[in-house]
């Protein structure tokens, strides 16, 4: 987290659309009304970048919760995926053990971990990481 982009600057084209799908999630919660789909459309003419039916929804309903929380910041969508980096090398630590000694599956998740394209997904709100902590 110490070397992510910050202060408004996402670095992929995709990363403030991500964030801005949790926002939209979590908008939605707190503004229940009785006409769900005009409130999505007049925020969508507010926020024309929104791509929630894009992607699975999924990681936005955590990032969602973390927004409510903490408040709405590229801070917390950069934690939210930081948290399923932590996600993916614990699961990737038990996955290992179950063919290997404790410390060759410490190892294997620290050496899968430090790569440098997965330790560059990790510091940025994208995807990548959290669909591979479900697959792990």
Known sequence: MA??????????????RHALNGAFLKDLIVAVRRHPIAWAETYYLHYPSLSILFYPPL??????????????????????????YALFGLGLYRLTRLWASRPAALGAALMLMGMP?????????????PAMAWLV
Not at 3 to 16: I, K
Not at 63 to 79: K, S, W
Not at 118 to 127: F, I, N, P, S, Y
């Open 3 to 16: 070397t992510s982009p910050l202060g408004g600057d996402f670095a992929w084209s995709d990363a403030p």
């Open 59 to 84: 990681f936005y309903v955590f990032e969602a919760a973390a927004f409510a929380v903490l408040g709405v910041t590229q801070f917390v969508a950069q934690a939210t995926v930081a948290l399923f």
């Open 117 to 129: 394209e997965l330790a560059l997904w990790g510091r940025q709100v994208m995807l990548d990481v």
